[in-house]
């Protein structure tokens, strides 16, 4: 049982796959493949942070990335691929040895890609419900809150689609798609029942 889970900003997607995984009775990783990927390349955590779910190129898909692998030496590709291939090996180990729960970082295509079957979530919310977290959760005001979900509700559309040459967000990527204006815990009940008829 392998539960990838992409989400808007603000949509309250991390709290339910962290809950998800609670209620499962398996680890969630989020922060941990951040963790991981600085082991794998030697780069600061901060580094690594800074790029993630972002690309300077949103509009590069020659996928030249794709003569490389996880076993490559893969130096002499720019810093944002190699932190992605670095992310890919994270995420393939730690799906490898169990089930589990993992937050974004085009997860269900680095899966897919290797064969290992997921379940592929998605988590959203209307823009006004989305703000509203996002002013309590950053102290912003509702400019401020607009502004960050914009920036990164964008930059994760670059990122997956440079990378999973798919579009992010659009329904028939997924298997399932929630929006959290039913409630975190309907959404963890309703996917705590879905994965383990899947």
Not at 97 to 108: E, M, Q, Y
Not at 115 to 139: D, Q, S, W
Request: charged share 25%; hydrophobic share 35%.
């Amino acid at each position: 049982m392998i539960i990838t889970i992409s989400r808007e900003s603000g949509s309250g997607g991390g709290e339910i796959a962290h809950k998800l995984a609670d209620k499962l009775g398996i680890p969630c990783y989020d922060k941990t493949v951040t963790a991981l990927t600085a082991e794998i390349t030697g780069f600061e955590k901060t580094m690594i942070e800074k790029s993630e779910d972002k690309t300077p190129l949103p509009f590069d898909y020659s996928g030249y990335y794709y003569f490389y692998d996880v076993t490559s030496n893969n130096k002499y590709l720019p810093l944002y691929d190699q932190i992605y291939l670095a992310q890919s090996k994270a995420i393939l180990n730690l799906a490898k040895k169990g089930d589990c729960v993992i937050v974004g970082r085009c997860a269900s295509h680095v899966l897919e890609e290797k064969g290992l079957p997921c379940l592929k979530v998605f988590i959203h919310a209307p823009t006004e419900v989305r703000v509203k977290l996002i002013m309590e959760r950053y102290n912003l005001n509702e400019k401020g809150a607009i502004k960050h979900i914009k920036r990164n509700d964008k930059a994760r559309a670059n990122y997956y689609r440079k990378y999973a040459n798919a579009e992010w967000g659009k329904m028939q990527n997924y298997d399932i798609a929630l929006s959290s204006t039913i409630g975190i815990d309907n959404c963890v009940d309703i996917l705590a029942e879905f994965a383990k008829k899947k």
